[in-house]
Nanobody
Framework: QVQVVESGGGLVQAGESLRLSCAASGSIDSVSVMNWDRQVPGKQRELVASITLDGSTIYAHAVKGRFTISRANAKNTVFLQMNSLKPEDTAVYYC?????????WGQGTQVTVSS
């Protein structure tokens, strides 16, 4: 069984920062990629940031330059540093880990940015 657990969401004002954390544990081998996605009710889920085992990253255009994804020495742990937050960043943020058997996702953590 695989568990993916996110933490660090909350309510902040525009311009402030938040740091999300995610840890994947259990029967998951060779995690090659870890992603942060987000979803607003009524809208399609979208990729926010992705990081590979060798540290290569990609970002959505909307967050480039403001968000940073990083991977801890414990390779199944990732962070999302979110700076200069905007009201349009409000969403449920999901962490995913891709192992040999496919993707595993957490339950999500709410991020709310007030104007």
């Amino acid at each position: 069984q695989v568990q993916v657990v996110e933490s660090g969401g909350g309510l902040v004002q525009a311009g402030e920062s938040l740091r999300l954390s995610c840890a994947a544990s259990g029967s998951i081998d060779s995690v090659s990629v870890m992603n942060w996605d987000r979803q607003v009710p009524g809208k399609q889920r979208e990729l926010v940031a992705s990081i590979t085992l060798d540290g290569s990253t990609i970002y959505a255009h909307a967050v480039k330059g403001r968000f940073t994804i990083s991977r801890a020495n414990a390779k199944n742990t990732v962070f999302l540093q979110m700076n200069s937050l905007k009201p349009e960043d409000t969403a449920v943020y999901y962490c995913g880990a891709r192992g040999i058997g496919g993707w595993h996702w957490g339950q999500g953590t709410q991020v709310t940015v007030s104007s």
